[in-house]
């Protein structure tokens, strides 16, 4: 209850200040390929994630930290459901062909048969951004955060929009509840200098 009480007040910020918003650069929240750890063996999806999470506050080591992140990638990638899956995977063949409109069309099919599955949210973001369709990016985020707080992908999104919007102290904020998560991760860590050093730059 305490990760959602932090994060609505950024949600809700966002979402009332992203009226418009102007470029961005590229960002993925795909999964990527990992090697498997003792995690994998616990029983259910969240207690592997849990454990995960555990593990990848606690870790320093970029390049472990980085093996930590991808198996929780792929934790979230199984929806547990073959017909998802199989839409899923249409999906990136859409994505990589350049059918964006068809791979949001099977995306908006992943969303209507599992809402809760929060790869299919984050997947759409993630189109949506890359077609700058910045707004409808944000409201995809804010849906993935609602079902995973934890999202440290959908948070480098959502701060990706707010920087190139202009809402720098949102970005800044959005980044440090990033490295909260995955406080290893050596460009979070730069783009949250370069937003304190900016920020303080503009109040002397």
Known sequence: M?????????????????????????FSFAAEASTQTEATSLTTPKQRLDTLFADLKKERDPDKARELSNQIRMEWQDSGS???????????????????????DI???VIALAPNYVEGWNRRATLHYTMGNYRKSMADINRVLSIEPRHFGALAGMAAILGASGKDELAMRAWEQFLDIYPADRKAQEQLGELAEKLAGSKT
């Not at 305490?2 to 590229?26: D, E, K």
């Not at 998802?84 to 063949?93: F, G, I, T, Y």
């Open 2 to 26: 305490l990760a959602m009480r932090v994060f609505r007040p950024l949600i809700l910020a966002c979402s009332a200040l992203l009226a418009t918003s102007t470029g961005a650069g590229n």
């Open 82 to 104: 073959a017909t998802v899956n199989l839409l899923m995977q249409w999906a990136d063949k859409a994505i990589s062909d350049n059918k964006q409109p068809a791979a949001l």
């Open 107 to 109: 995306l908006d099919q």
